[in-house]
């Protein structure tokens, strides 16, 4: 699942530390690499139900004005999926919507 933000004027570490707090909040396990200045890859585990670890790969990557968020998951179930799409990336589009990343 991909998200870009385009004309926004994004700081990006700033994006980046608050996906890192998010995933923390929930209970994820989380390492961040910085690949060059503006590409990050964040990734995150957690043990889901029956004791199968469920995997999160984040990766930020553009220049303020041109943002892509592309995320991949593994074992990762409905309600993982819905809190993706809802929580994670409706709570980071809305930031990003009040100016929460500038």
């Not at 690499?33 to 995150?44: S, T």
């Not at 593994?74 to 589009?93: D, Q, V």
């Not at 930031?95 to 990343?101: A, L, P, Q, T």
Request: aromatic share 8%; charged share 25%; proline share 1%.
């Amino acid at each position: 699942m991909q998200k870009t933000f385009i004309d926004k004027n994004i700081n990006i570490q700033k994006l980046v530390q608050d996906l890192q707090n998010s995933l923390s909040i929930d209970g994820w396990e989380v390492t961040t690499n910085q690949y060059a200045q503006n590409d990050y890859l964040l990734r995150g585990q957690k043990k889901g139900h029956f004791h199968k670890v469920e995997e999160i790969l984040i990766r930020v990557r553009g220049d303020p004005n041109n943002v892509l968020i592309t995320i991949d998951e593994e074992n990762i179930g409905t309600f993982g999926r819905a809190w993706i799409n809802l929580k994670l990336l409706g709570e980071i589009e809305r930031k990003v919507n009040d100016g929460f990343y500038s």
